[in-house]
């Protein structure tokens, strides 16, 4: 049971590029959100899913999209990378009401 | 806006002492009042959680004390030890639509020294 794995650990991208931020799950969790940590601002909800096939926005869902085709994973897209976007991203999933369980994280710098 | 407010950022405690962490919301809407530690280079974990409905949880050296007249809520560590240095993370949720969403303060970063 690895419960919830991210990757990559580390990733640097040049302003304009694009990449997707792995999230996986094996704990059959309904549901699943992505934050970004930056220093003095806590943790702010991006995107969530309640289920595959639903996702919904966050606080700061500006520059990124999701989708959740399986249970089991909830991918993060950055379309077109910004400096603003660097950043550490982390995933966490739960039951509907539970505890929320997080990955390890992703460190993302853009330059 | 931040919803969850937090503080102080940084404390430093010696070995054995009391460690204070306080938060303050806004919504009265938050029905679940978790609070994180997270080490360097991991993820959030939960620590102790409580609901409005009582004034105070134990868990062996963690407290929570929360007052719903005054929306606030403290996290208290007796005996702090040097394995307790982290970040400390309050957050609170609310039930919107089917799902549970949390609002985090903005962390405290905790040492304790020997």
């Known amino acids: 049971n690895a419960g919830v794995t991210q990757t990559p650990k580390f990733q640097v991208l040049k302003t304009g590029q694009s990449m997707t931020l792995q999230c996986a799950q094996d704990?059959?969790?309904?549901?699943m959100s992505w934050y970004r940590q930056d220093p003095g601002m806590g943790l702010r909800l991006i995107h969530y899913s309640v289920g595959a096939g639903i996702t919904d926005q966050g606080e700061v869902p500006n520059g990124y999209n999701v989708s959740r085709s399986t249970t089991e994973d909830f991918p993060l897209r950055l379309l077109s990378a910004a400096p603003s976007q660097t950043s550490v991203y982390f995933c966490?999933?739960?039951?509907?009401?539970?505890?929320?369980?997080f990955g390890p994280g992703t460190r993302l710098t853009v330059l | 806006q931040q919803q969850v407010k937090q503080s102080p950022q940084s404390l430093i405690v010696q070995k054995g002492g009391i460690s204070i962490i306080n938060c303050a919301y806004e919504?009265?809407?938050?029905?679940?009042f978790p609070w994180y530690q997270q080490f360097p280079g991991k993820g959030p974990a939960l620590l102790i959680a409580i609901r409005p409905d009582v004034s105070e949880k134990k868990e062996g050296r963690f407290t929570i004390s929360f007052n719903k007249s005054a929306k606030q809520f403290s996290l208290h560590i007796m005996d702090s030890q040097p394995g307790d240095s982290a970040t400390y993370f309050c957050a609170a949720s609310m039930v919107t639509g089917t799902a549970s969403k949390l609002t985090f303060g903005t962390g405290t970063r905790l040492q304790v020294t020997l």
């Open positions: 919504n009265t809407a938050f029905d679940y």
């Open positions: 966490a999933s739960s039951t509907q009401h539970g505890t929320q369980y």
């Open positions: 704990m059959n969790h309904e549901y």
